[in-house]
């Protein structure tokens, strides 16, 4: 995690190229991390969610991704898609193998207290939100695995250029 400490050692540390670039100074990771809590909701940050929450497309089940995107050549959502099936097939390759029958996710009690962990420790500030999903099922199981890669691997792309339009284009 070499890059992380780089960016709290320069990027993001007090003084550094985040406050000393942004128009917001001093208060541009403040207020983008108040944001930031406020617009964050795990069942909305799996890609097709968070482009149906935008207006960028909406469900329709004869269309490519199961998404009809209100801007045909949308890049981010073009490209995005095609990533988030690639992720989602190959997690339930994996976990439909590890996982055939859905009372085997219910009755592993290590993946049930990894999943209250994520939510009452990793997010102990949202623990008791309505929108966390349960996990009962390999399906239940995909959609969590897959949101939690496409957060940690591809998402953040999306959300450094809305830090910058918050902070750096405001007057």
Known sequence: MEINA????SL????GIIESAFSLAKYSIEFSSAAFDQLWLFDMEALPADLIRRGMAVEDPTAEHGLRLTIEDYPFANDGLILWDAIKQWVSDYVNHYYPEPSLVQSDGELQAWWTEVRTKGHADKKDEPWWPVLKTPENLIHILTTIIWVNCWAPCSCELWAVYVCWLLP
């Open 12 to 15: 993001i540390n007090a003084g």
């Open 6 to 9: 780089l960016a709290r050692e």
